[in-house]
Nanobody, 121 residues
Framework: QVKLVEAGGVLVQPGGSLSLSCAAS?????????IGWFRQAPGKEREWVSC????????YYADSVKGRFTISRDKSKNTVYLQMNSLKPEDTAVYYC?????????????WGQGTQVTVSS
């Protein structure tokens, strides 16, 4: 059973930057699974944000964050990161990471508890 733990969410001003982390419990997780970042704002459905593949580390982004967010991974630390720049109030949400066999799958699982990001002045 894969376990993921998200961290790094805080209150940040518009235009600011933040880095989130998603730590996996087992060493082989990033070799086996793609890791996706999702977010859920109050009253809204969970929204896909970004994904990094297991094989080549290919990265994918939602149009709403392209050019502002960067996903990366450190296999030695079993951790995936989401660097968020030029943050906007509409980026406010609980951010979750999940596993899937490929980034194109629609069956992400092993969700962590989420980390709250609030963008406000």
């Amino acid at each position: 059973q894969v376990k993921l733990v998200e961290a790094g969410g805080v209150l940040v001003q518009p235009g600011g930057s933040l880095s989130l982390s998603c730590a996996a419990s087992s060493a082989s997780t990033l070799d086996i699974y793609a890791i996706g970042w999702f977010r859920q704002a109050p009253g809204k459905e969970r929204e896909w944000v970004s994904c990094i593949s297991s094989s080549y580390g290919s990265t994918y982004y939602a149009d709403s964050v392209k050019g502002r967010f960067t996903i990366s991974r450190d296999k030695s630390k079993n951790t995936v990161y989401l660097q968020m720049n030029s943050l906007k109030p509409e980026d406010t949400a609980v951010y979750y990471c999940g596993t899937s066999f490929t980034c194109s799958d629609n069956d992400f699982a092993s969700w962590g508890q989420g980390t709250q990001v609030t963008v406000s002045s």
